[in-house]
């Protein structure tokens, strides 16, 4: 596939994204406290791994399956994380209630030699919902800007992954209540 100049550029971009994103969630899986939290950032991080790979195909003319390039990040039949016990999706199990590292900010020295404030699971969370958004929004301009069928499909396809991941951190956050819907 011929990609043009612009597409070029936006999927140069969205790599870049997707490495930072990959980054930022296998650090804070080993930060987070809540190990159900450090599973799904875990899994997240694979998703993410799996988007850099369609991104990467595309850039070298290869048209990636959407079926097999896909992450699970709806679970199966598209069932979101369990909020009132049991498992959630991908086999993350929630525990209803509790306050997990909710409020338990970590102290590390950040090679500085001085102790700083870490994040808390909260914090974690709200920064990675604003990430994803960041990341959708990227996408859903990007698929209006390609000009080739295909492409917009598979842009599509991860933006609408984006969204999935977004909503689960958000499912997450609910079970906690850390985040009430007004």
């Known amino acids: 596939m011929q990609l043009t100049q612009k597409e070029r550029l936006y999927l140069q971009d ?7 994103c990959i980054a930022k969630y296998n650090d804070y899986s080993s930060q987070v406290s809540c190990p159900q939290l450090a599973s799904l950032l875990q899994q997240i991080a694979q998703s993410e791994q799996q988007h850099l790979q369609t991104i990467q195909q595309v850039m070298q003319g290869q048209m990636p399956n959407l079926a097999s390039s896909g992450s699970q990040s709806m679970g199966q039949g598209g ?3 369990g909020m009132s016990g049991g498992q959630g999706q991908g086999g993350v199990s929630m525990q209803a209630g509790g306050q997990m590292g909710a409020n338990k900010p970590t102290m590390s020295t950040a090679g500085t030699g001085q102790m700083q404030q870490g994040l808390s699971d909260k914090e974690i969370c709200q920064d990675l919902i604003t990430t994803e958004k960041a990341i959708a929004g990227m996408y859903n301009t990007a698929t209006f800007e390609a000009s080739n069928h295909q492409l917009r499909q598979v842009l599509s396809h991860i933006q609408q992954e984006e969204q999935d991941h977004a909503f689960q951190i958000f499912n997450y956050m609910q079970q906690k209540g850390w985040y009430q819907p007004q």
């Open 14 to 20: 969205a790599a870049e994204h997707e490495k930072l």
């Open 79 to 81: 069932q979101s994380m």
